[in-house]
């Protein structure tokens, strides 16, 4: 087992920064591929970005790229995904999860991952 608890969320206007963390307890966060996921109102939940184990290896959905940047800190079992040039549409519940068998082309399923974080909310104004 492991726990994820998100941190950071907020309000921000349009073209602001935030940084959510993602603090992990249980079993060892360095097996674990870690992921970023965000939820609207009415929508899906979409994919936002993913590091692997070593954290040498980053992805990110197509509507964060060059915008957001996920790290992590194994010696701190967290993860971080720093958010800049946030726009109205990044407004969203924003999820961690974590996988012990997800492998980089399946990144962006969902399903794929064994924890989830209860997440932390993220408005951007105008």
């Known amino acids: 087992q492991v726990q994820l608890v998100e941190s950071g969320g907020g309000l921000v206007q349009a073209g602001g920064s935030l940084r959510l963390s993602c603090a992990a307890s249980?079993?060892?966060?360095?097996?674990?591929?870690m992921g970023w996921f965000r939820q609207a109102p009415g929508k899906e939940r979409e994919f936002v970005a993913a590091i692997s184990r070593s954290g040498g290896s980053t992805f990110y959905g197509d509507s964060v790229k060059g915008r957001f940047t996920i790290s992590r800190d194994n010696a701190k079992n967290t993860v971080y995904l720093q958010m800049n040039s946030l726009k109205l549409e990044d407004t969203a519940d924003y999820y961690c999860?974590?996988?012990?068998?997800?492998?980089?082309?399946?990144?962006?399923?969902?399903?794929?991952?064994?924890?989830w974080g209860q997440g932390t909310q993220v408005t951007v104004s105008s």
């Open positions: 249980g079993r060892t966060f360095s097996g674990f591929l």
């Open positions: 999860a974590a996988s012990l068998t997800v492998r980089s082309t399946g990144v962006q399923v969902a399903s794929l991952y064994d924890y």
